[in-house]
């Protein structure tokens, strides 16, 4: 019976509408409307609530470090910026971590590389002919160039279908995205040992432009020669 009473048809019940005279307040609240509403209304009212027992039941003796830690700014509390928390040597093993986790990245694009070539070497450019042909006279001779000149002339890469094309496309263009990207891990790997380089003790100076025996873009350092013990 449920079955059937659920075939019936139904009346299909609409919502009143907001009158003509109240066109002015927007849109008729609904019950669904009022009930998002009226749950965000005592929501507050309770944080509210909250906040006031909180602020009733203080303890003006209280103190914890983030008093004289941090910072007001517009009702806000920000704390205060720190100082560097690192010793140099800290640091240096940061940048040394760093490194050779630029190292191992440059080693793997450098694989990726390789092996892209490998599969793409040669792919656009015809085969030399290297086969060597005997005749017994000059008739014969005749005969096989005309017979090799029909082959050259048949169809080669021409006919590969458009999905093996893209493909190949899409290869050559990962190779060269792969190759810039590695020219990036190098420079920075070139700037991050220079900086380590740097680091450690001992005078130095940077050499002038005519200084250079041979020119680069990146600066470059002399250290003084120091006796060793």
């Known amino acids: 019976m449920s079955s059937l009473r659920n075939a019936l048809p139904r009346r299909a019940h609409k919502e009143r509408a907001q009158p003509e005279a109240r066109k002015k307040f ?18 507050k009212e309770e944080i509210i609530r909250k906040l006031r027992e909180k602020a009733a039941l203080k303890n003006p003796d209280e103190f914890y470090f983030k008093m004289i830690n941090s910072t007001t700014v517009g009702g806000v509390h920000r ?15 940061l940048k040394n971590k760093d490194m050779g986790y630029i190292l191992q990245s440059m080693q793997s694009e450098k ?30 001779a005749k005969e096989i ?35 810039q990207r590695l020219q990036k891990l190098e420079k920075l790997y070139g700037d991050m040992a220079l900086q380590k380089e740097l680091k450690k003790p001992g005078r130095k100076r940077k050499l002038r432009e005519n200084e ?12 003084r020669a120091q006796r060793k013990r």
Request: charged fraction near 35%; proline fraction near 6%.
């Open 26 to 43: 927007g849109i008729l609240e609904k019950h669904k409307d009022y009930v998002v509403r009226a749950r965000a209304f005592h929501r």
């Open 79 to 93: 704390p205060k910026p720190e100082a560097n928390k690192y010793t140099e040597e800290e640091l240096l093993l």
């Open 111 to 140: 694989k990726k590389i390789k092996k892209l070539s490998s599969t793409l070497h040669g792919l656009d450019a015809k085969r030399p002919n290297k086969h060597v042909y005997f005749a017994e006279d000059r008739e014969e």
């Open 145 to 179: 160039r005309s017979r090799i000149g029909e082959s050259s002339n048949m169809p080669g890469l021409d006919n590969i279908p458009s999905r093996i094309k893209k493909k190949t496309a899409s290869s050559y263009r990962e190779l060269e995205e792969r190759k």
């Open 212 to 223: 250079i025996v041979n020119p680069t873009s990146q600066p470059v350092y002399k250290w």
